[in-house]
């Protein structure tokens, strides 16, 4: 396992789900696979919460520097995707962050 993990927080209107979900796993998540530094990568869907609403969808990234996610490689298999033009649009939460082992 990696010493850093990037979180993809998100959420898409319920009618925009399958489609959402069907991008994602066929094209992003291929473009991004590819790139160096991007170890692997799990999704998860948000079964309860006992907080304020939370975002539906979390992706966990692992990745071999806290740089990966802003580099322009990523940038540009983001581009590639179409993700800003065909998901972004839609995303009604979006966060991010960057986590670092400490063991």
Avoid: C
Wanted: glycine letters at 2%.
């Amino acid at each position: 396992m990696s010493d850093y993990v990037y979180l993809a927080q998100l959420s898409v209107p319920e009618e925009f789900d399958r489609r959402f979900n069907d991008f994602y796993d066929n094209r992003y998540l291929p473009q991004l696979l590819k790139l160096p530094g991007v170890r692997a990568v799990s999704r998860y869907r948000l079964e309860w919460t006992d907080g304020e609403k939370a975002p539906e969808y979390l992706a966990i990234y692992e990745v071999d520097s806290p740089d990966v996610p802003k580099s322009p490689a990523w940038l540009e298999a983001s581009v590639r995707s179409g993700w800003a033009e065909t998901i972004r649009p839609h995303l009604s939460v979006r966060r991010h962050a960057m986590f670092r082992r400490l063991r």
